[in-house]
């Protein structure tokens, strides 16, 4: 019912931003947008299981990390171009989301956390380990192909050019995954967040229904995954590893996963106070667990639930002050 | 008796649990539009009858039935989806969503819109319609915005039946639906259950016997996980056996 205030006017005025956006920053912010929009992508993906289906998994970097080595390694020995290497990153995400989620889904509250965790360690150590394929810690580099459109050839080595194409996946991703909350799968998601038990007793297949969900946030992961990878034309065990859960986690609590748009602003808030501290203070790490720790105590809805509430009071106030 | 008539058969049905036999040889069948009130004393056997019914628990041993399809031991979703569905006795609802939202997942559901991906849930005009008769059915349909926790405990079991005969079953199940309630609720929320449930087949378990004697046309007692006995109100009242057993103990209500 929220959402019915939500018009489009603030999404094509940020849209429109973004478009003009290379004309009004230097290359070193737009590369810092450029990593707010995939990590969007992923903390949204990652909010399909946390905010909308009620499932705190600490285990959603290994889809990413899949998605990004797959990307690689697909566009490495098989020339792929960048559009199908990032598609097939997804379907790697959701190929393995499917296949660990088979198992996690079955369970509910510390045992799934626990067993998304025991499964991304699972594929971290193979990412580590097994280095004729993924390069071990070294990982693997590779050049970020060209795009070709008809006989058009875009060179997405330029900054501006691999911006834009960053700015179309994001607006193509989020558009499907916000659509996809307002399908009965979304609507379904949520009832089950509320009380899957009576979701069952009404006829869905809870366990199938979030198995499906569970593939889907794969995907997206994984696409953030192989866009992450082209970006940093590199891909290692850092992109599956404990910290890139656990940010993941962290942006979509800052953010809030109770509004669909709370794990984007988490998402860049996180990108950028990364930025900003990292820079001033060598240990910043600790000033963001400093920071989440009183997020968790006093706002654990995160900023958007911050928000939320403040334009409630601020609501009441003004039908205090003026009675209709 | 024929057998053509008969929605839910149940033979000789057992449950136990780590060796306590909660259900003990249980026989009992419900025809079609029939309204069934099941009653008994405290820790009878009611609810886990009910929830061996509708797939919460699986037999240890009996069958089943229902439109001559064993159903004994599937999933509740599919035992739903055969044209069963049942409220509880503890309010079951979706507390965070809005009151709507809550009966509009069970349309769906009926519809088996499911999985779909084709068109967004506010722009099917025919889900929201039937949402809306049911919301006016159970009378909150002025309340449709607001979050289903935030509704006073009798909207909230009114609520509850109203999910639950959303799904448009052939047989619908209630566990103790006026429990907690007042008079003037109990009063409501009966006068809402006779006319929403007109056709279907009832089953009710009800400690209120006023509540009882109004909605049902068949009484079965159940005591110590058996049926005591089964019939129509006045042969039921008139029981010595359930005298002794039931209303001797349990008269408060």
């Given amino acids: 019912m929220r959402r019915s205030r939500f018009t489009w006017l603030p999404i094509l005025l940020i849209i429109a931003l973004l478009l003009i956006l290379p004309k009004l920053v230097s290359e070193y912010r737009l590369n810092l947008v450029i990593t707010m929009m995939i990590y969007s992508i992923f903390a949204l993906s990652y909010n399909m299981l946390f905010g909308q289906g009620g499932l705190l998994s600490f285990g959603h970097a290994a889809y990413f990390g899949f998605g990004a080595y797959a990307t690689v390694i697909l566009i490495k020995h098989f020339s792929l171009s960048l559009p199908m290497g990032i598609l097939i990153g997804g379907l790697a995400g959701a190929f393995l989301g499917v296949t660990f989620g088979v198992f996690v889904v079955r369970m509910r509250g510390v045992s799934f956390a626990l067993l998304t965790l025991a499964f991304n360690q699972l594929i971290y150590v193979t990412a580590e380990k097994w280095r004729t394929v993924t390069g071990g810690e070294d990982g693997i580099a590779f050049m970020r192909p060209n795009l070709h459109l008809g006989g058009w050839e875009i060179d997405l080595w330029a900054t501006l050019n691999w911006y834009y194409f960053v700015l179309l996946v994001t607006v193509i991703c989020i558009g499907c995954l916000w659509y996809l909350t307002l399908t009965p799968l979304g609507r379904l998601n949520l009832c089950m967040r509320e009380n899957e038990e009576r979701a069952s007793f009404i006829g869905f297949n809870t366990y199938a229904s979030r198995l499906l969900i569970y593939t889907l946030a794969g995907f997206f992961a994984g696409v953030a995954g192989g866009l992450a990878a082209a970006f940093q034309e590199f891909v290692t065990t850092t992109f599956i590893n404990l910290d890139k859960a656990t940010d993941v986690l962290m942006m979509t609590f800052i953010g809030g996963g109770g509004t669909f748009f709370g794990p984007v602003i988490g998402a860049c808030a996180l990108t950028l106070v990364n930025d900003l501290l990292s820079s001033w203070i060598e240990r910043w790490a600790i000033v963001q667990g400093g920071l989440f720790i009183l997020l968790v105590l006093y706002a654990p809805n995160g900023l958007s639930g911050i928000y939320l509430s403040l334009r409630e009071q601020w609501d009441k106030r003004k039908r205090g002050e003026q009675p209709s | ?253």
């Fill in chain 2, 1 to 253: 008796m024929s057998r053509s008539g008969i929605l839910l058969d149940i033979q000789g049905l057992y449950k136990d649990f780590r060796g306590v036999e909660v259900i003990n040889n249980l026989t009992l069948c419900v025809r079609k539009g029939e309204r069934h009130a099941i009653i008994g004393p405290n820790g009878a056997g009611k609810t886990t009858f009910f929830n061996l019914i509708t797939g919460r628990y699986t037999p240890s041993r009996g069958t089943i039935s229902f439109e001559g399809r064993p159903i004994s031991g599937m999933a509740p979703h599919r035992i739903n989806r055969m044209g069963i569905s049942r409220s509880f006795q503890i309010t079951n609802i979706f507390p965070g969503l809005s009151v709507l939202e809550n009966i509009r997942s069970a349309i769906l559901s009926k519809k088996g819109i499911r999985w779909s991906f084709r068109r967004r849930v506010s722009a099917m005009a025919d889900v929201n319609r039937e949402t809306l008769d049911v919301l006016k059915l159970i009378g909150l349909d002025t309340q449709h915005h607001l979050l289903a926790g935030s509704l006073d405990y009798g909207a909230q079991r009114a609520l509850e039946i109203g999910i639950s005969l959303a799904t448009d079953p052939k047989m619908i199940m209630l566990d103790e639906p006026t429990a907690g309630m007042s008079i003037e609720e109990t009063r409501d929320i009966v006068s809402m259950i006779d006319r929403t449930t007109k056709g279907k087949a009832l089953l009710i378990i009800e400690h209120d016997m006023d509540v009882v004697f109004s909605l049902a046309d068949t009484i079965s007692v159940i005591h110590y996980g058996t049926v005591l006995a089964s019939g129509p109100p006045d042969v039921i009242s008139n029981d010595p056996k359930v005298k002794e057993a039931y209303l001797g103990e349990d008269k408060a209500c």
